[in-house]
């Protein structure tokens, strides 16, 4: 399976108080065999004080038993070489709580930005207020 | 304050991946956490779904750990295409790129409006 996401953002900042511009970028999923799967996102961004677009990009490696527990590992860039360029990655596992509910993920990631090694909690939980769920 | 702000904060290092890792399809029926600007997922929340995501980290190790400015994401699936996004305090690569270019800590809003223009199997 693959699905493309136009995903544009609008950014304003607390600091400067206007529109600052925001991203335009491609998401794709891609399923393999033996659980694995392949993330990408590629596209370009608009930033505060930036004079041009800068590319961005990711992609991850997921990998799941089919059970609640999965595996991820990640590399994300950026800007260019010489302006605002920034590398990192990450990998982590996750865990699905409660199905359609509720998970929990925690990964480790090390950037040459300010993220200089350190880890990520993120907790979700999702409701759905349709009345067929 | 600050444990409380690393332990539930938000700071969208999600892992977007890992939902697509989860079995077999479909996915939608199962959260989809991310990590916006980073690593987004690619699925979107069911239609009339609300979704939370909230998060945060810490930088530097553990002995000199700094806490990451948490985050907060609310999605909304208002078709099975289309969903609405608010995030408050955007991801924190995307954060400190911002902090590099101006010196200057970012608290960053964002309203997005995401929409799957190909869903397709392979």
Request: charged share 15%.
């Amino acid at each position: 399976m693959a699905n493309v996401v136009v995903d544009p953002r609008y950014k304003r900042t607390q600091s400067q108080g206007m529109p600052l511009g925001g991203d335009l970028y491609l998401v794709t999923m891609h399923n393999l065999p033996f659980g694995l799967s392949i993330n990408t996102n590629w596209g370009l961004g608009l930033f505060p004080s930036s004079p041009s677009l800068i590319p961005l990009g990711a992609m991850t490696v997921n990998w799941s038993s089919g059970g609640s527990w999965g595996f991820f590992g990640e590399v994300f860039g950026f800007g260019v070489k010489g302006h605002a360029g920034q590398r990192g990655w990450d990998m982590g596992l996750t865990c699905l709580l409660n199905e359609d509910k509720s998970q929990i993920d925690l990964s480790w990631m090390d950037s040459d930005g300010a993220q200089k090694g350190g880890g990520v909690l993120l907790v979700g939980y999702s409701r759905n207020f349709s009345k067929r769920s | 304050m600050r444990l409380v702000c690393f332990l539930f904060g938000l700071g969208f290092l999600g892992f977007v991946s890992h939902s697509a890792a989860q079995s077999s399809f479909p996915f939608q029926s199962a959260p989809t956490f991310d990590r916006p600007g980073v690593a987004d997922a690619p699925y979107s929340p069911k239609k009339g779904s609300f979704q939370l995501e909230l998060g945060s980290g810490w930088s530097g190790g553990f002995r000199d750990a700094k806490p990451v400015n948490p985050a907060l994401l609310l999605r909304y699936g208002q078709t099975s295409r289309f969903e609405w996004r608010a995030q408050w305090n955007y991801a924190p690569p995307l954060s400190a790129l911002d902090d590099y270019l101006t010196q200057n800590q970012t608290q960053l809003v964002a309203f997005v409006a995401r929409c799957v223009v190909v869903k397709r199997r392979v």
